[in-house]
């Protein structure tokens, strides 16, 4: 796991009373592209806003370029 810069495992993520992503792991490493797609309403936004910190993993773990 030497490079990889994207890490979630077994990760949950609620918006208030609803769970909007549920167990979701992926690992990305240096120089994967990876794409984002998906129906409207599916969690791509709430995702990407845990990997900012915006929103918190109530389950779960992960790490992003070396911040857990």
Do not use: C, H, R
């Not at 794409?35 to 993993?57: A, H, N, Q, R, V």
């Amino acid at each position: 796991m030497a490079d990889t810069v994207l890490f979630l495992k077994d990760a949950s993520i609620y918006q208030g009373d609803n769970l909007v992503l549920s167990d979701v792991s992926v690992s990305v490493e240096k120089g994967e592209f990876v794409y984002l797609i998906g129906k409207t309403g599916t969690g791509k936004s709430s995702f990407m806003k845990t990997l900012y910190g915006d929103l918190p993993l109530q389950k779960g773990e992960g790490n992003i370029v070396g911040y857990d």
